[in-house]
């Protein structure tokens, strides 16, 4: 079952049990487990509103779950102090979705910011260290570049570059692929594959772009609904993909989200409050 | 009408839970802010955080100035102009300056440039941080170690607490100025010739420490009530749009009430 290239039996670096989160009354994640090898690129995948958002946030300690645990690097999150967390974020890098540059820095402070904050390095060594962060993301050209200046792809690029300036083991990207061309999209895949091959860093990718998806991953999970549906290799979401619909309700629903069909589990479900019964409820309440 | 009754004991009950929880949650960010100040301090990284603080400070304060000075120099001349008919029925003209100078160093001086501030610091203060939650700033520097509390809030508290009562320094002398220009060109020389004898007659060191006590007190509540609605920003530009409407709204509600308690509390020991 493991992928070659995936160390299964190595210990995880982000290991997720049973977590549920809710907001007010709403259970938006329920039960989840999840583990991260080193070295792998895990693509976490849903539809919109199933969660995987809510599932990164929880990982990198944005939010606290409501009930069980979330260990990164053997330290579960929910039970440490503010400086222990600090402590745990130094380990990894976040891409988020806009690339959440800060708009009154240039690219190259931005890149500059967690090195001069969080290391003693001398300003000589901290711009030498920005310019062969951003060399790594093709984005030298740019460093004294404001965010508002550059293009949606680089904003992403020049996060990356951030989020690797201090050589984190875990990378989380965000929905990496969101509102940019296919071709931009392609170039930001080869660098994140680039990246976990040349620094040997976990990523963690939420996304719902199947293409990308299938590009990058050495293993995928299919989230819904706020359940984790399935977890496995690449090859095996790929042979749902391109198989025959099996009866079995679970993996339809995962082939249609894979093959992004307009008929399936998922749009039945989604017809499946009935508009005669509303129509007639709204009828009796007059 | 029973219902009405029960509902309207109920709204009272419900905003009066609401604003505990608000002076709650600003109690919380003070007790943040100081925790963090404190660390800041004590940091190798001092040097940088006190250049983080003069930005603001530049920001805050160093912009507002003639706006300050413009606003407070016309409440001199307003003032002046509006004693002298009631004074002058007692032949009283001449202690103009000493009622500018009280009204002023006490109250007008503080308060107006709080007002001023508001719109100046408060409102963009919000407006920045808003913009900074919804475009996942904030959430990423939590991610990279950083805290919003520590970073951002922590120079915009004290720089605007710094600046109020500097500012406020300057709005005295403008007050004073502006009855004294109003007295030199309309009100004659029976009230020129005496102003700044009788002004500085009637002042006490205590008129100016206790209005530059409000004017700290002011500050940190317009830069504390504009972080808070700031960082609690959620959907999108119109969230942002709302929270600056609301810091100018509480800040000044808050400058008011806090300028009525300040007042009692003075005039109860004799300040």
Redesign the interface.
């Given at each position: 079952m493991p992928d070659s290239a995936v160390k299964t039996d190595a210990e995880p670096v982000v290991k997720v049990r049973n977590l549920v989160k809710r907001f007010e009354d709403r259970v938006v994640l329920d039960g989840v487990n999840l583990d991260v090898y080193p070295g792998e690129m895990l693509v976490v995948m849903g539809g919109s509103g199933c969660g995987k958002s809510t599932l990164l946030?929880n990982m990198?300690?944005?939010i606290l779950p409501d009930e069980g645990s979330i260990d990164v690097f053997g330290r579960d999150l929910t039970e440490l102090t503010?400086d222990e967390?600090?402590?745990v974020?130094?380990r990894f890098g976040?891409l988020?979705?806009?690339g959440?540059?800060?708009?009154s820095m240039t690219v190259g402070e931005n890149v500059a910011?967690?090195l001069?904050?969080?290391t003693r390095l001398d300003a000589n060594t901290i711009e030498i260290m920005v310019k062969i962060k951003l060399e790594l993301v093709g984005l030298r050209q740019a460093e004294n570049l404001m965010p508002a200046q550059i293009s949606g792809g680089m904003k992403k690029r020049a996060?990356l570059a951030?989020a690797i300036s201090l050589d984190p083991e875990i990378l989380f990207y965000d929905e990496p692929s969101a509102g940019l061309d296919p071709v931009t999209s392609a170039e930001i895949d080869q660098l994140m594959m680039d990246l976990a091959r040349k620094l040997g860093v976990a990523s963690v990718v939420v996304t719902h772009e199947m293409d990308s998806a299938f590009r990058i991953a050495d293993r995928m999970a299919m989230l819904d609904k706020g359940v984790m549906l399935k977890i496995g290799t690449r090859a095996q979401f790929d042979a749902i993909r391109s198989g025959q619909p099996t009866g079995d309700e679970q993996t339809d629903l995962i082939r249609q989200f894979l093959r992004g069909d307009s008929e399936g589990p998922i749009t039945k479900r989604r017809l499946s409050t009935s508009f005669e019964v509303d129509i007639l409820k709204a009828a009796e309440g007059r | 009408m029973a219902g009405g009754g029960r509902n309207f004991v109920e709204s009272i009950g419900s905003s009066a839970m609401g604003t505990v929880r608000y002076l709650g949650g600003l109690a919380l960010l003070v007790g943040q802010t100081c925790y963090w100040a404190a660390r800041n301090i004590a940091s190798r990284k001092a040097l940088s955080h006190l250049h983080a603080m003069s930005i603001q400070m530049v920001r805050v304060g160093v912009r507002s100035v003639p706006v300050v000075v413009l606003v407070q120099v016309f409440i001199g001349v307003i003032l002046a102009l509006q004693m002298y008919p009631p004074l002058k029925d007692f032949e009283q003209q001449a202690t103009i300056a000493n009622i500018v100078g009280v009204a002023g160093f006490r109250m007008l001086g503080p308060i107006i440039t709080a007002v001023v501030l508001t719109g100046f610091a408060g409102a963009s203060i919000a407006a920045e941080m808003g913009t900074m939650v919804v475009a996942e700033e904030i959430e990423a520097m939590q991610a990279m170690a950083l805290d919003p509390i520590r970073y951002l809030v922590v120079p915009r508290v004290v720089a605007t607490v710094v600046m109020m009562v500097m500012l406020s320094v300057i709005a005295d002398l403008m007050i004073a100025l502006g009855g004294y220009i109003t007295s030199s060109l309309v009100l004659g020389p029976e009230v020129y010739m005496v102003y700044w004898a009788k002004m500085q007659d009637q002042l006490k060191y205590r008129d100016f420490y206790t209005g530059l006590i409000q004017a700290g007190v002011f500050g940190l509540l317009i830069s504390l009530i504009a972080c808070r609605e700031g960082l609690k920003v959620s959907g999108g530009a119109e969230g942002v749009g709302r929270a600056t409407t609301m810091t100018v709204v509480y800040s000044i509600f808050a400058i008011i009430i806090s300028a009525c308690l300040f007042t009692m509390i003075f005039y109860a020991f004799k300040l």
């Open positions: 946030r990198i300690g944005s503010d967390l600090d402590a974020r130094k976040v988020f979705q806009s959440a540059l800060f708009n910011l967690p001069r904050e969080h996060g951030r | -």
